[in-house]
């Protein structure tokens, strides 16, 4: 009588598993394309349409797409960015998150629920008062200004991950350094900010996607100055009033994913332990 059931659970399982393969494929085919595209010629691409393996390797589509477009200054205005945002990120959000996971104060719920409402506003409410704050500081075209708003912007979710994984951490450790007379911030800096690798890699990751692959603010606050551009504002050097040279924007894009996905491989294992441990909290 069990062999019936073991048949049904195999097919049913081979099944899923072909179900989530073309799910998959269908999820990851646009990257393919674009990855195909960028190795196509200028008439390859209009011949071919969807089909994703080009006819002629045109290799010299990314030495051209980095030259035309100025990519080298873009990339390294995008990496200053990118990297400082996660640093000011990790510091601020890790030691509010402590606070509050590790603190009781009158109001901490209220002020917890207020918080939280902030993650529901759009960016183009914000936008107005936050740009003529960045003008008013005398911060316009430039990429201080940049880092700051981008910094803002990823503290609030970032902070509900460190209260999550710190309050699901055990407290004997930090009891015990109690005992032996350390104070709140040498617990902090000492041994609950190194027991954290799993999320400060994971809001690391984050947030630097975030800031690697942000599009309207880098736009709105340089503006003025074309050579402060980052990366997915530099894509538009590809696209002219009357034509779009889609190769080298194809080779573009794909310059701009290669360093997130260098990171996400590098940090994956912690990224998963991280929002692992954030979820169980």
């Known amino acids: 009588m069990a062999r019936p059931r073991r048949r049904r659970v195999g097919k049913s399982m081979w099944l899923t598993h072909l179900i989530l393969l073309l799910g998959g494929l269908v999820w990851i085919y646009p990257f393919l394309w674009m990855l195909g595209s960028s190795l196509k010629t200028n008439q390859d691409f209009f011949d071919e349409g969807l089909n994703i393996f080009p006819k002629q390797i045109e290799w010299g589509n990314y030495p051209s797409a980095w030259n035309e477009a100025s990519f080298g200054q873009y990339f390294i205005n995008t990496l200053v960015v990118s990297s400082l945002t996660v640093v000011f990120v990790l510091l601020f959000t890790s030691m509010a998150g402590y606070a509050v996971a590790r603190t009781n104060f009158p109001g901490k719920n209220l002020l917890f629920g207020l918080i939280g409402l902030t993650l529901f506003l759009p960016h183009g409410y914000t936008i107005l008062p936050i740009f003529d704050l960045i003008q008013r500081l005398g911060l316009l075209n430039n990429l201080t200004s940049i880092i700051l708003v981008q910094t803002a912007g990823g503290l609030i979710f970032s902070t509900f991950l460190f209260i999550g994984y710190f309050s699901s951490m055990d407290r004997e450790i930090e009891d015990a350094a109690r005992v032996d007379g350390a104070g709140f911030n040498q617990r902090f800096w000492q041994i609950m ?30 503006l003025g100055v074309p050579e402060l551009r980052t990366l997915a504002v530099g894509m538009y050097a590809f696209i002219g009033q009357n034509s779009t040279n889609w190769t080298y924007l194809t080779a573009g894009a794909v310059i701009t994913l290669a360093p997130i996905m260098i990171v996400f491989i590098f940090l994956q294992r912690y990224f998963i332990n991280g929002v692992a441990g954030a979820i169980k909290s």
Do not use: H, K, Q, R
């Not at 947030?207 to 690697?212: D, K, P, R, S, V």
């Open 193 to 222: 900010f190194p027991l954290a690798g799993p999320m400060l890699a994971t809001v690391a990751l984050f947030t630097f996607i975030g800031a690697w692959n942000s599009f309207f603010i880098p736009l709105v606050f340089t």
